[in-house]
């Protein structure tokens, strides 16, 4: 019960409507009136109706798809046009109706696709499993059953956007360029919940103020992670029962955060562009940082003051992106630090909200909150006593390359190599599109630690591939854990 409450709450931060309270009431209270209806047996299905208001050059039609056996909503625009387009859209029950201004901007130059997926807007509410893989062979079946050519243009939105990337790994054959907004999902549960809880923190605010909110953090995000690491909901049939059968927002939201796309994201080899709103409170911009540094080649454009639908908010930025998108090839921006002119030793101490970067032969950060390290290289990096971001650091060693004492290290898109990649001693890590790479073990832990791993690479004698999943590990290696 706990579980389908946590999940009902999560596709109410994904869907991104209206008041917070009154969503959670409604979801709520839908559940509430699905358990009655199985229990009482009473369940009508509801015939499905076609949107009103539409404009006259759009072709709207109700079709009949193959992978959960239920009528979808379908609408095309831009018929006489060659190159098609497919609109992805994501959770909440708005459906295509967040694309209505894409596809009025399109539909001079290029045949649009849009839809409402099973389970959302117009379409039937089917049962099955909502997930980015079942999705994702139904637009395969779009695009090979109502396109105009072979391959097409995938935009992608929230959900849409990891529909859009598993399309693209799992039939990169249909997709020409893939665009992405705001992707949801993509981390692993645990990192995304945390990000939901958290207190955002202005970057002028006062040392005391940072120091004081950075140790609420720590508190909320340590419980959080205690809490995920008891749950192992793939491995449970009833839960996935219950979420299938639950409100179809419950259902996808609780698929998506599930999946991992750790291979996935490093073998898609298309132009892939991405666009992300700086102030989206639901996805966070971590997660598109990680999605283009992985997908080697894809460009991350940003939309100040934006939200998680930029579309809507945003459209003048965002048709702006749009359109140099589909008319250009990515470029790539991956900053990789240098080991040129290494400078002795870096060290912080009793510091609160500095931001390093550079290359450095030692780096040393000894009792701090909020330090960020950023663009950097070192041959060690010793962290103790404190809370540290990193992101898109190296540090390449000949003994070990991370030891980290009694500290949280929040980090994405970085490269720890060593005879030792990282050694822990009561700490907590939280990586995203990490590297670990260890001639001799990827990950010692010498005292109780946490880690929360979302689509990282780990390299070792013992172990070649990928992790995203939560581990408590009293003492040992880490490589002991991930066969």
Same mark, same amino acid.
């Given at each position: ?64 798809? $193959? ?58 509410? $089917? ?78 605010? $006062? ?277």
């Amino acid at each position: 019960m706990r579980l389908l409450i946590l999940t009902t709450l999560l596709a109410i931060s994904f869907s991104g409507y209206g008041n917070w309270f009154d969503k959670a009431k409604e979801q709520y209270n839908n559940l509430e009136t699905q358990v009655k209806q199985k229990i009482s047996g009473n369940k009508k299905k509801e015939p499905l109706v076609l949107p009103k208001n539409i404009p006259t050059d759009w072709h709207v039609k109700v079709i009949k798809e $193959p992978v959960f056996n239920s009528k979808m909503l379908l609408v095309e625009s831009g018929l006489k046009n060659s190159q098609t387009i497919i609109l992805v859209h994501g959770l909440g029950q708005n459906g295509h109706i967040d694309w209505i201004e894409t596809i009025e901007l399109l539909k001079h130059k290029y045949h649009v696709l849009s839809f409402d997926f099973p389970g959302f807007g117009y379409s039937e509410k $089917p049962k099955g499993q909502f997930s980015p893989k079942n999705y994702a062979k139904l637009v395969q079946w779009l695009i090979k059953n109502f396109a105009h050519q072979f391959k097409v243009t995938v935009v992608g939105h929230s959900m849409g956007g990891a529909v859009a990337i598993r399309l693209t790994a799992d039939y990169p054959e249909v997709v020409d360029k893939l665009l992405l907004i705001d992707v949801a999902g993509i981390l692993q549960r645990t990192a995304y919940i945390k990000h939901v809880s958290s207190i955002p923190v202005s970057a002028n605010a $006062p040392g005391i103020v940072k120091k004081t909110l950075n140790t609420i953090d720590d508190l909320s995000d340590s419980f959080v992670e205690l809490a995920n690491s008891k749950l192992d909901i793939s491995k449970d049939g009833h839960i996935w029962t219950a979420l299938s059968n639950s409100t179809p927002n419950v259902n996808a939201a609780m698929q998506f955060i599930e999946e991992n796309f750790s291979s996935a994201l490093r073998k898609i080899s298309h132009d892939v562009h991405i666009v992300w709103g700086v102030k989206d409170p639901v996805t966070p911009l971590r997660t598109g940082k990680m999605i283009a540094y992985l997908l080697k080649g894809a460009q991350l454009s940003l939309i100040e003051g934006a939200g998680h639908v930029p579309m809507k908010t945003h459209f003048t930025a965002y048709s702006k992106w749009l359109i140099q998108s589909l008319n250009k090839q990515s470029v790539g921006a991956n900053y990789q630090p240098k080991n040129s002119k290494l400078k002795n030793r870096l060290e912080c101490k009793n510091k609160t909200g500095i931001v390093y970067s550079g290359s450095y032969k030692t780096v040393v950060i000894d009792h701090c909150a909020a330090v960020t390290l950023k663009n950097l290289y070192t041959n060690q990096l010793i962290i103790r006593d404190s809370v540290v971001q990193t992101e898109n650091i190296i540090v390449k060693s000949n003994s070990t390359a991370l030891r980290a004492v009694d500290s949280v290290i929040l980090d994405t898109n970085s490269l720890f190599e060593g005879r030792i990649a990282v050694q822990l001693h009561g700490s907590r890590l939280d990586f995203a599109g990490t590297t670990l790479s260890g001639t001799t073990n990827a990950m010692r832990i010498t005292l109780k630690s946490r880690l929360v791993l979302s689509v990282c690479e780990i390299k070792s004698p013992s172990y070649n591939g990928f992790s995203h999943a939560t581990y408590t590990i009293k003492k040992g290696n880490l490589d002991d854990y991930l066969f």
